[in-house]
Structure formats: structure tokens, C-alpha cells
């Protein structure tokens, strides 16, 4: 499997970046696909947003903190979710993860444990 991110780069307070992700070797009909960001000097990645992907929908979830001002979508038949990152804040300064895995129960896992299939990580950055 194999995820590759692209989109990220630098901004100013209150503006906008697309992150995309697209995946090849997932095999599978429905699948959990999401990002994650990892601040500076911190091991943990927290989870922004996850879709749950099938053939004619998508579910989606959100971040507390995030939901207003990401939008996280797909293109099934590209195997691609993007999001699209508005109302940017300096405090969304992060390297953020592409992350993708079978569903389970149904649903998609909100932590980065659980997911087994990670991109290379791209680097967003918010000037104040």
C-alpha cells in the first residue's frame, strides 16, 4: 500500500490549503481514510478528520476543533480523499498524515494506533 500526500505549504492567518492523498493497493471495496497531524517535539499524531469510503457515499468525521473549517472528501474511483483546510490558524502549524485501513465494526478508528497504512507526511505551515 502505498499513500502519497501532496498540497502543503505555508500561509497567513486566515488562509486556505487542499491537502490530497492517494492511495494505490488498497484493495478493498470500503475503506477508512483520514488524516492525522504531529506537532513539533511530540510523538503522538492526533486525529482532523476520517471518511468512511463506499461505492456511491462517503461518512465523515471531524475534530472538534476542526469541524467548521476542514472539509475532508473523496473521489472513490481515484482511491483519493482530499481536505481542504480553511480559516487557518498559527496553531495548525503540524506535519500532517495521510492514514488509511479496513473499517472496523462498521466504522473508522479516531486514533493513530489503530491505522497500519501512512503516507510520508506534509508540512503545514501557518504564519501569524
Excluded: H
Amino acid at each position: 500500500v502505498n499513500l502519497a500526500e501532496s498540497g502543503g505549504g505555508s500561509v497567513q492567518t486566515g488562509g486556505s490549503l487542499r491537502l490530497s492523498c492517494r492511495a494505490s493497493g488498497l484493495n478493498m471495496n470500503a475503506k477508512c481514510m483520514g488524516w492525522f497531524r504531529q506537532f513539533p517535539g511530540n510523538e503522538d499524531r492526533e486525529a482532523v478528520a476520517m471518511i468512511y469510503m463506499y461505492l456511491g457515499g462517503g461518512d465523515t468525521s471531524y475534530a472538534d476543533s476542526m469541524k467548521g473549517r476542514f472539509t475532508i472528501s473523496q473521489d472513490y474511483a481515484k482511491d483519493t480523499v482530499y481536505l481542504q483546510m480553511d480559516s487557518l490558524k498559527p496553531e495548525d502549524t503540524a506535519m500532517y498524515f495521510c492514514a488509511a485501513r479496513k473499517p472496523y465494526g462498521g466504522m473508522c478508528p479516531e486514533f493513530s494506533y489503530e491505522y497500519n497504512n501512512w503516507g510520508q507526511g506534509t508540512q503545514v505551515t501557518v504564519d501569524s
